[in-house]
């Protein structure tokens, strides 16, 4: 008996199946909440993810720290 589930809900990383997913902004990953190590709104309409595997990277790890738009001074 082949009881097909859509694919959808299944994170990208772990495999585990949620409700709940966000994608990687960094290596566009469907990933769980378990799998995301930090988020972070930078503007209005720009979200941040970032999961563990992308946190391990250095680089990465920076690019999400940096703000991605100055700061307004007014
Ligand atoms: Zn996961
Ligand atoms: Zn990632």
């Known amino acids: 008996m082949s009881l097909k589930k859509a694919p959808s809900n299944k994170c990208d ?15 566009k990953k469907k990933v769980c909440k378990y799998c995301i190590k930090s988020s972070a709104t930078a503007t209005k309409t720009e979200r941040r993810v970032i999961c563990k595997d992308c946190w391990t990277n250095k680089r990465t790890q920076k690019k999400f720290q940096k703000p991605a738009v100055a700061p307004v001074r007014i």
């Open 13 to 27: 990383r772990c495999g585990k199946e949620d409700y709940y997913f966000e994608i990687c902004t960094y290596c």
